[in-house]
């Protein structure tokens, strides 16, 4: 028995486990979780088959991720080709031909001579952008005419974060392909111009910009089913107008969230008999079936005096009664 459990263990120690020995398709789903540089270096000629296999990452998702410690290092490196994914720190200086592949683009505070780079027949493939930016700057202007005007053809979502409304041009044509668009600053204008210039968006995540005056003949909206709306309330009866509007214009609606960050002492006494938008809801969603009212209080002593645990627990009992209609309805009250 134990001349046959010793020859057991010298084989299982004669066979022991290699990379190599996984087979071709487990070895994929592990590469591509990894940096597309690091992958690349570390497995490009090292024999025939990881260089059969690296061939086939055209049609896998490696990432990379550019900083201030690698890209200068990048730009004549064979894995680059391949990259399905690239994200950028701020203030990086690269070429964007390099990375004739990528589906998914996150750029952070680009510089203006990169964004200028970002031309569709630069990138053909791109599916999904994200663009974070805190100046202003005319590339910009140039993005948002070749994202709405269906330039890059296979754009599904997009992500825009900037610290004004977004810039619209009036020759704005349709881009079919957009189902996905988040953003911050809309106002009326600009959510009339990106419904008409979305006829497919099916999610709108936006920051309700205040404005003074209503535009109108918003064009009905019947693929849009998933609204996120961020209101810093300045006026709540303006507010809620608008937010009227923008329902009246998309009927088939089916989910909405709405986040609220008051600023004001004196809305103690407006809340107590706030409808919290249920009339709206009933008047133009017909077919809702969730809502959900995130209701965020500033850490503020003097608001926390406002809105005491008492009041909290008023706002949930009063949110229940007047929302009983056939849709889900939820209210989560938190302190930022």
Same mark, same amino acid.
């Given at each position: 028995?134990?001349?046959?459990?010793?020859?057991?263990?010298?084989?299982?120690?004669? *066979?022991?486990?290699?990379?190599?020995? $996984?087979?071709?398709?487990?070895?994929?789903?592990?590469?591509? #979780?990894?940096?597309?540089?690091?992958?690349?270096?570390?497995?490009?000629?090292?024999?025939?088959?990881?260089?059969?296999?690296?061939?086939?990452?055209?049609?896998?998702?490696?990432?990379?991720?550019?900083?201030?410690?690698?890209?200068?290092?990048?730009?004549?490196?064979?894995?680059?080709?391949?990259?399905?994914?690239?994200?950028?720190?701020?203030?990086?200086?690269?070429?964007?031909?390099?990375?004739?592949?990528?589906?998914?683009?996150?750029?952070?505070?680009?510089?203006?001579?990169?964004?200028?780079?970002?031309?569709?027949?630069?990138?053909?493939? $791109?599916?999904?952008?994200?663009?974070?930016?805190?100046?202003?700057?005319?590339?910009?202007?140039?993005?948002?005419?070749?994202? @709405?005007?269906?330039? @890059?053809? #296979?754009?599904?979502? +997009?992500?825009?974060?900037?610290?004004?409304?977004?810039?619209?041009?009036?020759?704005?044509?349709?881009?079919?392909?957009?189902?996905?668009?988040?953003?911050?600053?809309?106002?009326?204008?600009?959510?009339?111009?990106?419904?008409?210039? +979305?006829?497919?968006? +099916?999610?709108?995540?936006? !920051? $309700?910009?205040?404005?003074?005056?209503?535009?109108?003949?918003?064009?009905?909206?019947?693929?849009?089913?998933?609204?996120?709306?961020?209101?810093?309330?300045?006026?709540?009866?303006?507010?809620?107008?608008?937010?009227?509007?923008?329902?009246?214009?998309?009927?088939?609606?089916?989910?909405?969230?709405?986040?609220?960050?008051?600023?004001?002492?004196?809305?103690?006494?407006?809340?107590?008999? !706030?409808?919290?938008?249920?009339?709206?809801?009933?008047?133009?969603?017909?077919?809702?079936?969730?809502?959900?009212?995130?209701?965020?209080?500033?850490?503020?002593?003097?608001?926390?005096? +406002?809105?005491?645990?008492?009041?909290?627990?008023?706002?949930?009992?009063? @949110? *229940?009664?007047?929302?009983?209609?056939?849709?889900?309805?939820?209210?989560?009250?938190?302190?930022?």
């Amino acid at each position: 028995m134990n001349q046959i459990f010793t020859i057991q263990l010298h084989i299982m120690d004669s *066979h022991k486990s290699q990379l190599e020995d $996984l087979p071709n398709e487990l070895l994929s789903e592990i590469l591509k #979780n990894l940096d597309a540089r690091d992958v690349f270096r570390a497995f490009y000629q090292v024999n025939s088959r990881f260089n059969q296999l690296i061939q086939l990452f055209q049609h896998l998702q490696l990432t990379f991720h550019m900083n201030s410690n690698n890209f200068l290092k990048t730009n004549d490196e064979i894995f680059s080709f391949y990259v399905h994914t690239l994200i950028i720190s701020p203030w990086i200086n690269f070429n964007l031909q390099n990375f004739p592949r990528v589906r998914r683009l996150r750029l952070n505070n680009p510089l203006p001579k990169v964004l200028e780079q970002l031309q569709p027949n630069v990138m053909p493939h $791109l599916e999904h952008l994200s663009v974070f930016y805190t100046y202003n700057m005319y590339e910009m202007v140039i993005l948002h005419e070749n994202i @709405f005007s269906n330039r @890059f053809v #296979n754009l599904k979502s +997009c992500e825009l974060y900037e610290k004004q409304t977004l810039i619209s041009i009036p020759h704005w044509t349709q881009s079919p392909s957009i189902q996905v668009l988040k953003t911050e600053y809309v106002d009326s204008t600009i959510f009339k111009i990106i419904l008409g210039a +979305c006829p497919n968006l +099916c999610f709108f995540k936006f !920051y $309700l910009y205040p404005t003074n005056g209503m535009t109108t003949d918003i064009p009905l909206h019947n693929n849009l089913k998933h609204m996120i709306i961020e209101v810093q309330d300045a006026d709540w009866y303006n507010d809620d107008n608008t937010i009227s509007a923008f329902l009246e214009s998309v009927p088939k609606l089916e989910q909405l969230e709405i986040h609220r960050r008051p600023d004001s002492q004196n809305m103690r006494g407006y809340i107590q008999d !706030y409808d919290w938008l249920s009339s709206i809801i009933k008047h133009r969603l017909p077919i809702l079936r969730r809502f959900r009212f995130y209701f965020h209080l500033l850490e503020e002593e003097k608001l926390m005096g +406002c809105i005491d645990e008492n009041i909290q627990i008023q706002i949930q009992s009063n @949110f *229940h009664d007047v929302h009983k209609g056939p849709y889900q309805a939820q209210i989560f009250i938190d302190r930022e």
